[in-house]
């Protein structure tokens, strides 16, 4: 099983379209959790971070549930501009701050 | 700021070449990782390095060595590239705590 599972889509959607996105891990050792977003396999850039209280940014929003080992990414309001692939990363710290990244979901909005 | 260099960008080796990958980052980081992506994945851990002068392995790290040459630089070598090693390659770091990780812009490599 790997440590961080996605879906991988694609998610195929209108523009104005709320999409979510899920992902678990497997380590309960697992303490920071973030988003990326990469484009056309070039390098992955910080979405947001995800806090336990949950956390908002403009049209994104993150959740963690660590009792079912649980993060999500809602974003509302689609633009074409968030097409891209995202990935849910999780840091273990007491593995030296090891980084591991799920496979990556792929979004695509259209007009 | 340059934040994380990766050094070279493309790079095409025969079969049975060796060859290093170079990272170098200033932002103080103590952390610092390899990882490789091939089409239709995410990013697959190869080694990685908590600190100045520790090393362990990821996922995948078969076929790789790591030097953390200083709390800079993080160096992956193929000794021996085999097809199976053309893939994408990114180095990034990152500080303790909850601090996001950084990328250099990756490293095409093909083996033929």
């Known amino acids: 099983r790997k440590e961080v599972e996605q879906d991988p889509g694609p998610f195929n959607v209108p523009e104005g379209a709320t999409v979510a996105f899920n992902c678990t891990y497997s380590?309960?050792?697992?303490?920071?959790f973030f988003w990326y977003r990469q484009d056309c396999r070039k390098e992955p850039k910080l979405l947001m971070s995800?806090?336990?209280s949950g956390n908002e940014d403009g049209r994104f929003t993150a959740q963690l549930n660590r009792a079912s080992q649980y993060i999500s990414l809602l974003i509302r309001d689609s633009k074409l501009s968030d097409s891209a692939t995202y990935l849910c990363?999780?840091?273990?710290?007491?593995?030296?701050?090891?980084?591991?990244f799920g496979q990556g979901t792929e979004l695509s909005v259209k007009p | 700021n340059a934040g994380v260099t990766q050094t070279p960008k493309f790079q095409v080796l025969k079969t049975g070449q060796s060859m290093t990958l170079q990272c170098a980052q200033d932002?103080?980081?103590?952390?610092m990782y390899w990882y490789r992506q091939d089409p239709g994945m995410g990013l697959r851990l190869i080694y990685y390095?908590?600190?100045?002068?520790?090393?362990d392995k990821g996922e995948v790290p078969n076929g790789y060595n790591v030097s953390r040459l200083n709390k800079r630089e993080f160096s992956l070598r193929l000794e021996s590239a085999a097809p199976s090693q053309t893939s994408v390659y990114f180095c990034?770091?990152?500080?303790?705590?909850?601090?996001?990780?950084?990328f250099g812009q990756g490293t095409r490599l093909t083996v033929v």
């Open positions: 990034a770091s990152s500080g303790q705590g909850v601090t996001e990780a950084f």
């Open positions: 380590n309960s050792a697992s303490q920071s």
């Open positions: 995800v806090y336990s």
């Open positions: 990363v999780v840091k273990i710290y007491n593995q030296g701050g090891k980084l591991i």
């Open positions: 932002m103080n980081h103590n952390s």
């Open positions: 390095s908590a600190s100045e002068g520790t090393t």
